[in-house]
Nanobody
Framework: VQLQASGGGLVQAGGSLRLSCAAS?????MGWYRQAPGKQRELVAV???????RYADSVRGRFTVSRDNAKNTIYLQMNSLKPEDTAVYYC?????????WGQGTQVTVSS
């Protein structure tokens, strides 16, 4: 399975960004993780093909994960961004240990 992520960039605090991740095939569970400098990779949000979602407490209410099953694509709408959201965001698909990772996209939020 190949994952192609896009949509990162530089934004001011309070701004918004939308990430996309397209998979080469249908995968039930897909999601986003992030890794800030000097920190461990952490879950941001996941979504199943049935639409069930889970969010990290730090992003709940600000980020929304969605998916288009017909396109094997998930999205992460990030609103009210904070400097602490700065990280490399990775798309993930499947269930560990047999899961797949995208190449990562940088999100930088300036104060």
């Amino acid at each position: 399975v190949q994952l192609q992520a896009s949509g990162g960039g530089l934004v001011q605090a309070g701004g918004s960004l939308r990430l996309s991740c397209a998979a080469s095939k249908s995968i039930n569970r897909m999601g986003w993780y992030r890794q800030a400098p000097g920190k461990q990779r952490e879950l941001v949000a996941v979504i199943t093909s049935g639409g069930s979602t889970r969010y990290a407490d730090s992003v709940r209410g600000r980020f929304t994960v969605s998916r288009d099953n017909a396109k094997n694509t998930i999205y992460l709408q990030m609103n009210s961004l904070k400097p602490e959201d700065t990280a490399v965001y990775y798309c993930n698909a499947g269930w560990a240990p047999e899961d797949y990772w995208g190449q990562g996209t940088q999100v930088t939020v300036s104060s």
